[in-house]
């Protein structure tokens, strides 16, 4: 049965730091692909960072230089590397699995897991 554990968020002020981190059980972790999306209140989920089982690594241009992806694939756990922080970053984060490598659209990837929250306050 396939679950993930995400912890890492919480609140903090802008220019702050934060990771995420999502352990994973239930699939053979170096054959997917994982990714981040976030969704803010009122809006659609929205793709932040992927990447393969091998590392390489995908990133929303707007957020280069600020978030970094990583994995470990020895303990099933994907991290998402924070700094930087805005306002406009607040929102839940998901973690989510695909077989068939990275993608963008969130419809493409089949497991997900239950987010964690992200505020940011100026």
């Known amino acids: 049965q396939l679950q993930y554990v ?5 609140s ?9 981190s999502c352990t994973a059980s239930g699939l053979p972790f170096v054959d997917y692909a994982m990714g981040w999306f976030r969704q803010a209140p ?13 590392g390489t690594t995908y990133l929303e241009d707007s957020l280069k230089g600020r ?9 099933n756990t994907l991290y998402l590397q924070m700094n930087s922080l805005k306002p406009e970053d607040t ?10 490598g ?3 659209r ?12 992200v505020t940011v306050s100026s």
Request: glycine content about 18%.
């Open 106 to 117: 969130p419809a493409d990837f089949g497991y997900w897991g239950q987010g964690t929250q």
């Open 102 to 104: 990275c993608a963008t």
């Open 67 to 75: 978030f970094t992806i990583s994995r470990d694939n020895a303990k």
């Open 12 to 20: 903090v002020q802008a220019g702050g730091s934060l990771r995420l």
């Open 91 to 100: 929102a839940m984060y998901y973690c989510a699995a695909r077989y068939y």
């Open 6 to 10: 995400e912890s890492g968020g919480g």
């Open 42 to 54: 009122g809006k659609e989920r929205e793709g932040v960072s992927c990447i393969y089982g091998r």
